[in-house]
């Protein structure tokens, strides 16, 4: 059988979107995202983007990392499918409801609202999730907050210094996480901007991670660090992100369509 796909990205961060919202397509499994997302013998992505009727909302958006796992939220994809769709939608996801409306140059996103308790993130036994009282190495004191996905957060004074490549992993799969966990650096530039780089549970390192701006602007907003709204500058550009009075992150920012193609399903299942 012959599928169609769309090759998108939100600032770098890449995805195959597949659409089952009208078109009847077989279902996807954890090894066929894996090998579809393979960069080498697949079409090659960060994440993989299912589109599905529902009930609950406009429709249902199912993620599946690199690695073939399915998770609950992706910030930047959420914006891809804003322009896919075309118009506002309310989206069913793992990590909860969204709400997305495309803008002239990208989108905006209502994430909802992040959740700070331990057993949210989650993390093996309690402790306070805002300065947490462990450390890998360099990097000390994090923060850690569940934005549909789980996320924890270092402060540090330079970003670039990190060797994220290394500390990434072992933090991931750290046993303190036991859904194992997106791992995120970030500098305060000011009260209104910050740098950020993220190692991706299930993909590695990344151009951009939407759900890793919104967890760290918002527990920089709880540390007192900077104001409700700020720009976060990735390695692939810049989102804004606002913490509302009425507890909802807003992100926004852009997303662009590579192109579109097909592929065989028996060549992946
Ligand atoms: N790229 C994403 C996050 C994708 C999911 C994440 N790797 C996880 O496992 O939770 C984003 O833009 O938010």
């Known amino acids: 059988m012959r599928i169609s796909f769309t090759k998108m990205h939100g600032l770098g961060n890449d995805f195959i979107m597949l659409d089952r919202r009208e078109t009847a397509l077989p279902a996807m499994t954890p090894p066929v995202a894996k090998a579809l997302a393979d960069r080498t013998t697949g079409i090659g992505c960060d994440q993989l983007i299912v589109l599905e009727p529902c009930d609950s909302a406009d429709f249902r958006m199912r993620i599946f ?67 947490m009282p462990v450390g890998w190495e360099m990097l000390e004191n994090p923060s850690a907050v569940n934005v549909g996905n789980p996320h924890v957060i270092f402060f540090v004074d330079d970003i670039d210094a990190v060797p994220l490549d290394i500390l990434g992993p072992q933090i991931e799969n750290d046993p303190l996480f036991p859904e194992r966990i997106n791992v995120n650096v970030a500098s305060i530039v000011n009260r209104e901007a910050i740098r950020l780089r993220v190692w991706e549970r299930g993909v590695g390192l990344t151009r951009a991670c939407g759900t890793g701006a919104c967890a760290t602007a918002v527990v920089a907003m709880k540390r007192g660090l900077v104001d409700r709204k700020v720009t976060v500058t990735l390695p692939g550009g810049d989102l804004s992100i606002e913490w509302t009075e009425a507890d909802r992150i807003l992100m926004a920012g852009p997303a662009t369509e590579s192109f579109r193609g097909s592929f065989e399903w028996d060549q992946f299942a």
Not at 126 to 131: I, K
Request: glycine share 12%; charged share 20%.
């Open 65 to 131: 990392n690199s690695d073939g796992g399915e998770v609950e939220a992706c910030g930047n994809a959420a914006r891809a499918v804003a322009l896919l769709h075309g118009a506002p939608a309310r989206v069913q996801t793992d990590g909860g409801v969204i709400a997305l409306e495309p803008t002239t140059d990208g989108a905006r996103v209502d994430m909802g609202e992040p959740r700070f308790d331990w057993t949210d993130i989650p993390l093996a036994y309690a402790m306070d999730t805002l300065a």
